[in-house]
């Protein structure tokens, strides 16, 4: 249970607003008041004609309060003269209106009694009035501060939820980027731009309204957006496709609007939409038709794009993984010019995100990225990444203080098939029927001449395979022909 939420809502203030009325409705009933006692008390003190007079008030409350003779046995054992008891039921009335009516006949009260219903303080009656007026303001006040905090709040669904990088957040520039050399210089172009538009409008150009970056999971799209917002040095809008999309209709609309106003008065900006295939897709696919939500975001999003003002300054960034499922009218140009596949990388490409992400870590002398960009084929960026960081984790484990060989390897099997299943007994014959199956594919790889050679070859449990053989090719391959 969040403990904090509870504290930040507006129950705490409810609370705190009931026992203030309470403690001070305490206070102003007490001060100054008869004192207390139990009701024997005063029974007693009546039976004993110590009883100078009396008020019994009925109604809500029922009470009776009594004036003593000051020299009197119960005055002086309680302190005080000026005493106070309730009752709780009709019969206990009767009972004390009747011992006094049979005092006040004897003489013994010689100031009287009166019977009366109960009176509220007027301080007191305010503050009950007045409660539940405060109550409704303080739970008024609290929606209309959580309103005010942004597109998450009540009321504030129309809001965009973009994030916009602070200018004390790291930059990010394109010497953080590898394996990429031909998507960072297209890239460069819309940089320049950002930083000296005059330059292109001079000679008649017109910068690409949009960029699209499509690839593979793990290639560096969302890292490439940020390196031209840390190079240029402007505002950087970030939102993914998904954010849009709500199940009121017309929130993801007046999101996209929100978005680009933000844009613009921010200009020059850059505004990066992640998977925008989330609110981009085919229109007609859907269950909705041309009704739904996202279909009506998406065409918000069209007539922004088509809106955008060639000197304004702002530049919009999309990455997706499907291309392919995008609508046409979002692709043609004038909207997404500049179409950047970001592929995962090549043998060279690998080598430089392996020293990229090998800053800060401390290597064996032994230790040859060129060998391990050899031995990743396939790999992205990411996936590289999380080999050097599988094997310094390796390496903390051990307790050693440099990354070698050894720990690369593992890392390698650990993306490729997962940890190895240590408690995962097998018997011999289980063992020997794995060996032969490996055997085999190990033999048939090396014997066929098209293949390529074996790496490794393990009946070492890992993931859900019980063994596997790895083989992988001498160089990076584009083609393949029938034989292979």
């Known amino acids: 249970m969040d403990v904090k939420r509870y504290f930040r809502g507006p129950v705490i203030w409810v609370v705190l607003a009931v026992v203030a009325v309470l403690a001070v409705m305490q206070l102003v009933s007490s001060a100054g008041g008869p004192k207390s006692v139990d009701t024997s008390v005063v029974l007693d003190a009546i039976q004993k004609n110590q009883v100078v007079s009396a008020k019994v008030i009925g109604g809500s409350g029922s009470s009776v309060e009594v004036k003593l003779d000051p020299s009197s046995t119960i005055a002086q054992a309680q302190g005080s003269d000026n005493l106070k008891a309730t009752y709780l039921n009709d019969q206990q009335g009767d009972r004390i209106a009747k011992l006094l009516e049979d005092s006040q006949t004897a003489g013994h ?20 009035t ?104 402007v505002p950087f809008f970030s939102i993914s496709g998904s954010d849009f999309v709500e199940m009121f209709v017309g929130v993801g609309a007046s999101r996209v609007r929100d978005l680009f106003e933000q844009a613009k008065a921010n200009a020059p900006a850059i505004v990066f939409v992640d998977e925008i295939d989330a609110v981009g897709r085919h229109r007609g696919a859907g269950l909705g038709g041309g009704h739904d939500e996202r279909e009506q975001t998406l065409n918000q999003l069209l007539v922004e794009m088509d809106g955008f003002d060639v000197k304004g300054g702002v530049i919009l960034i999309a990455a997706t993984n499907r291309p392919d499922i995008l609508d046409p009218a979002l692709l043609r140009p004038g909207r997404f010019d500049r179409q950047i596949a970001v592929e995962a990388p090549d043998l060279n490409g690998r080598k430089h995100i392996l020293e990229v992400h090998a800053k800060g870590k401390p290597l064996t002398p032994e230790v040859d990225l060129d060998s391990l960009a050899k031995r990743t084929p396939g790999f992205t960026g990411a996936d590289l990444a999380n080999v050097l960081n599988e094997a310094a984790l390796l390496t903390a484990r051990a307790d050693r203080k440099l990354i070698d060989n050894n720990a690369l390897d593992e890392a390698v099997d650990r993306v490729v098939a997962g940890p190895q299943k240590r408690t995962r007994l097998m018997s011999d014959k289980e063992k020997k029927v794995t060996a032969y199956h490996e055997g085999g594919h190990a033999l048939v790889a090396h014997a066929m001449p098209n293949l390529d050679p074996v790496h490794k070859v393990t009946i070492l449990s890992r993931g859900r395979a019980l063994g596997y053989t790895m083989v992988l090719p001498e160089e990076d391959k584009y083609s393949t022909t029938r034989n292979e």
Do not use: H, W
Request: glycine share 12%; net charge positive; proline share 5%.
């Open 109 to 128: 009260l010689s100031k009287g009694y009166n019977v009366s219903l109960a009176k509220q303080n007027a301080f007191v009656g305010i503050l009950i």
């Open 130 to 233: 007045l409660l539940p007026f405060v109550l409704i303001a303080l739970v008024f006040l609290f929606l209309m501060n959580q309103m005010q905090g942004g597109g998450s709040r009540v009321m504030n669904f129309g809001k965009s939820k973009a994030k916009l990088v602070s200018k004390d957040t790291p930059k990010t520039t394109f010497a953080d980027v590898a394996g990429v050399d031909e998507a960072v210089e297209e890239l460069q172009e819309v940089k320049e731009f950002l930083e000296a538009p005059a330059k292109f409008q001079a000679i008649g150009a017109k910068i690409p309204k949009g960029v699209l970056l499509y690839g593979p999971p793990g290639t560096g799209k969302t890292l490439l957006a940020r390196a031209v917002a840390g190079e240029a040095g």
